[in-house]
């Protein structure tokens, strides 16, 4: 397995920005893809951002094209989420995962960080 431990959560006007990092331990040599999702209260899990751990092909869900990018450090074991131009409809609980080679669900995850976004 994978352990991974969040952080950079917190508060942000609308406009503003944030970044997350995600420091990544254990089987990290075995890590397909990393991804972060998110969940507001009331709704379901959301996949934001993928990245590939070796390659760096990223994804993003249309909602936050163009705000938000999905970066990688392999020499720190790291994933980062810099978010810009943050919406109210960004504040969520945000979650690092990582789906291991040859496994088609994300079976490791963090504990979350919160982002508030305030309008």
């Known amino acids: 397995q994978v352990q991974l431990v969040e952080s950079g959560g917190g508060l942000a006007q609308a406009g503003g920005s944030l970044r997350l990092s995600c420091a990544a331990s254990g089987r990290t040599a075995s890590v397909g893809t990393m991804g972060w999702f998110r969940q507001a209260p009331g709704k379901e899990r959301e996949n934001v951002a993928t990245?590939?751990?070796?390659?760096?092909?990223?994804d993003y869900t249309d909602s936050v094209k163009g705000r938000f990018t999905i970066s990688r450090d392999n020499a720190k074991n790291t994933v980062y989420l810099q978010m810009n131009n943050l919406k109210p409809e960004d504040t969520a609980v945000y979650y690092c995962?990582?789906?291991?080679?040859?496994?088609?669900?994300?079976?490791?995850w963090g504990q979350g960080t919160q982002v508030t976004v305030s309008s």
């Open positions: 990245i590939t751990w070796r390659v760096g092909i990223t």
């Open positions: 995962a990582a789906r291991l080679l040859r496994q088609s669900d994300f079976g490791s």
